[in-house]
């Protein structure tokens, strides 16, 4: 019995410091947390054939997924405040590949929230190009150079 009231004050304790952390965020930004992310990844090369595949710890998206040009592969997540989470992606073209995270939480920073802030969510889209990977910043309406290709 003691320890269910201790476990359930420890847990009361946790929430209490993170809607507190949340709301000092959003005084400090005078802009509320997202809370759903949707991640865009688009085939924008010159080439007509690219594979992606995404995965976090805990969850693996699947097998490679082809994207002809044009093409938008998606997924989209609640963020978890207690237990936030990484996704990352391997990205192969003819000749090159890159790994990278399109996902991450930002403790210290908003630089990933900043680009993919879209009213009260957060949409990332990653565009890959010939010149490199670049992710839509939003706000400014403009694709920022973030990768370049690892050539093989």
Not at 29 to 42: A, C, D, E, G, R
Not at 56 to 73: A, E, Q, T
């Amino acid at each position: 019995m003691i320890r269910n009231v201790a476990a359930l004050l420890l847990v009361t304790v946790g929430l209490s410091l993170v809607e507190a952390q949340l709301e000092f965020e959003s005084e400090k930004t005078n802009v509320q947390p997202i809370s759903k992310y949707f991640i865009h990844l688009v085939n924008d090369l010159s080439i007509p054939d690219m594979t992606v595949h995404c995965k976090s710890v805990d969850n693996d998206l699947g097998i490679y997924h082809s994207l002809k040009l044009g093409d938008d592969y998606q997924f989209n997540f609640a963020y978890n405040f207690l237990k936030p989470t990484v996704y990352w992606c391997k990205v192969d073209k003819p000749n090159a590949y890159i790994f990278f995270q399109c996902f991450w939480p930002e403790k210290n920073s908003t630089w990933l929230r900043d680009r993919c802030r879209n009213g009260d969510v957060g949409t990332c889209t990653w565009k890959f190009k010939d010149g490199g990977i670049y992710l839509r910043n939003n706000a400014a309406n403009t694709d920022e150079l973030v990768h370049t290709w690892i050539n093989m």
